[in-house]
């Protein structure tokens, strides 16, 4: 089956669920790492619950999707399935990230260099219009154009 449909169809059998269990779907992958394939599936909280992913809620949501893509026996392949949450760590992958994380500290890589460096730390201000607005820790505003991020994943201050 295809990429798209598997991940599709995963979206469709989970959407209901996770509603009912205040989680919400992050990201899918359906990925081929050398012999193997994985499903991997990401749910978070609601921003306002102000609550994490426990992994008693990833055990819950793992053993839902099992059953629902067994009984529709929609994944020819043998395949791997992880259900986790996106990490202190996550990416940023909509536009409604950049808007959630506002203010909270982000690393940025970019496909081309900026004053000298492809690596951005700062803090997140905002998106609008497709730039990306970042506070360099010294001071410096930059605005990114999104086309020219290859990645933004919130920073874990220690």
């Given at each position: 089956?295809?990429?798209?449909?598997?991940?599709?169809?995963?979206?469709?059998?989970?959407?209901?669920?996770?509603?009912?269990?205040?989680?919400?779907?992050?990201?899918?992958?359906?990925?081929?790492?050398?012999?193997?394939?994985?499903?991997?599936?990401?749910?978070?909280?609601?921003?306002?619950?102000?609550?994490?992913?426990?992994?008693?809620?990833?055990?819950?949501?793992?053993?839902?999707l099992s059953d629902r893509l067994d009984e529709a026996d929609l994944i020819e392949d043998n395949y791997f399935l992880e259900v986790s949450s996106p990490g202190l760590d996550r990416p940023l992958l909509k536009e409604s990230d950049y808007v959630r994380f506002a203010g909270r500290p982000v690393d940025i890589s970019l496909y081309r260099a900026v004053n000298g460096t492809k690596q951005i730390c700062g803090e997140l201000v905002g998106l609008k219009d497709g730039i990306v607005t970042?506070?360099?820790?010294?001071?410096?505003?930059?605005?990114?154009?999104?086309?020219?991020?290859?990645?933004?994943?919130?920073?874990?201050?220690?």
């Open positions: 089956m295809a990429k798209k449909r598997v991940k599709d169809a995963a979206r469709d059998l989970l959407a209901d669920f996770l509603e009912e269990h205040a989680l919400e779907l992050f990201h899918i992958e359906f990925v081929k790492e050398g012999r193997e394939r994985y499903l991997r599936i990401y749910i978070d909280k609601p921003e306002e619950s102000g609550e994490y992913v426990s992994i008693e809620d990833c055990e819950m949501v793992s053993r839902y970042v506070r360099e820790e010294n001071g410096d505003v930059l605005e990114l154009p999104m086309e020219q991020i290859s990645r933004t994943k919130l920073a874990v201050i220690i």
